[in-house]
């Protein structure tokens, strides 16, 4: 079965720091992976996501995230954070069966430091 | 104005009440979903329909029950069945039921159990 580890479900850096947000995924076939974030009482947003092609996938607001295979993971990057980046962080993995299920991790919460 | 629209926002039952929550899509899409979100646990998947008139289960379907009578729509029951209903429900919908697939998510429903 598909599976999504997020490490770290609370992340706090500075402004203009670099955001680094970790998540490593199980899968027993080729993985399609996304990022997503969700503002409080908010749904959910689509960063990016990761199908085939190139494996350094730019998203919007400035996040990208690197596929890389031999190490299972799937790291959500932000050169410098903002203020408005505070809310939290999904990574999921598509599951094999049928429909578009997706496997969620447990999330992450980024707070930026002024 | 597209989008998926979840109503209400919040939304109070007394326990041994069945309660229900809607969904509605004027973006077109075969695909639709509901998700459960509590604290810590990420989103876990109640059900899904892929085209009209057809829904399967997913992970945490017991005490919950949906239809799909029309594209546009797919309410959510919670059942007096459910031992836990307070939480966040999310619906989300797709273009398609492809694994590569967006999931687009409304606002969600916050759902308290009196």
């Known amino acids: 079965a598909q599976s999504v580890t997020q490490l770290g479900s609370h992340v706090s850096v500075s402004e203009g720091a670099l955001v680094l947000l970790r998540c490593n995924y199980s899968s027993s076939v080729p993985p399609y992976l996304f990022w997503y974030v969700q503002y409080p009482n908010q749904g959910l947003q689509l960063l990016l996501k990761?199908?085939?092609?190139?494996?350094l996938v730019k998203g919007i607001n400035g996040f990208e995230a690197e596929f890389k295979k031999s190490e299972t993971s799937f790291h959500l990057t932000k050169p410098s954070a903002h203020m408005s980046d505070a809310a939290e962080y999904f990574c999921a993995v598509s599951d094999i069966q049928g429909a578009q299920k997706l496997v969620f991790g447990q999330g992450t919460r980024l707070t930026i430091n002024p | 104005d597209g989008g998926i629209t979840q109503s209400p926002k919040y939304l109070f039952r007394k326990e041994g009440q069945n309660v229900t929550l809607s969904c509605e899509q004027n973006l077109n899409h075969d695909a639709m979903y509901w998700y459960r979100q509590d604290p810590g646990q990420g989103l876990r998947l109640i059900y899904y329909s892929q085209i009209v008139n057809d829904f399967q289960k997913g992970d945490i379907a017991e005490g919950y029950s949906v239809s799909r009578e029309k594209k546009e729509s797919f309410p959510l029951t919670v059942t007096s069945a459910q031992k836990n209903p307070t939480a966040f429900y999310l619906c989300?919908?797709?273009?398609?039921?492809?694994?590569?697939?967006?999931?687009?998510f409304g606002p969600g429903t916050r759902l308290t159990v009196l």
């Open positions: 989300a919908t797709s273009a398609g039921g492809g694994r590569t697939d967006t999931q687009y």
């Open positions: 990761y199908t085939t092609g190139a494996t």
